[in-house]
Nanobody
Framework: QVQLVESGGGSVQAGGSLRLTCTAS????????MAWFRQAPGKEREGVAA????????YYSDSVKGRFTISDDNGKMKIFLQMDNLKPEDTAMYYC?????????????????WGQGTQVTVSS
């Protein structure tokens, strides 16, 4: 079992920055894939960034590459998503997800554990 708690969402103007945090609580895993997904109204859930919590492997969607940075807290089951140069199209509910292992870290169907989400709104 894995419990996930997100924080750090909010409202910002285009060009601004936000930092999301996700903390995992688990007795079953020493390391795992953790990822950020987002979902805007009427759209499918999209993989944004993923990391294996040893910090070696990171993955980004093309839509955020160069603007967002995913990192972890030295393997302590806490990850961050630094979002810079935010655009109105980044507006969505952002979800943290976790899975022991997956060959497809940016695909939502690969993840069993999900947080409740945090809203990010970017105004033009």
């Amino acid at each position: 079992q894995v419990q996930l708690v997100e924080s750090g969402g909010g409202s910002v103007q285009a060009g601004g920055s936000l930092r999301l945090t996700c903390t995992a609580s688990t007795r079953d895993y020493n390391a795992m894939y953790m990822a950020w997904f987002r979902q805007a109204p009427g759209k499918e859930r999209e993989g944004v960034a993923a990391i294996f919590t040893n910090g070696v492997s990171v993955y980004y969607s093309d839509s955020v590459k160069g603007r967002f940075t995913i990192s972890d807290d030295n393997g302590k089951m806490k990850i961050f998503l630094q979002m810079d140069n935010l655009k109105p199209e980044d507006t969505a509910m952002y979800y943290c997800a976790a899975e022991g292992w997956t060959p497809r870290p940016l695909q939502a169907r690969e993840y069993h554990y999900w947080g409740q989400g945090t809203q990010v709104t970017v105004s033009s």
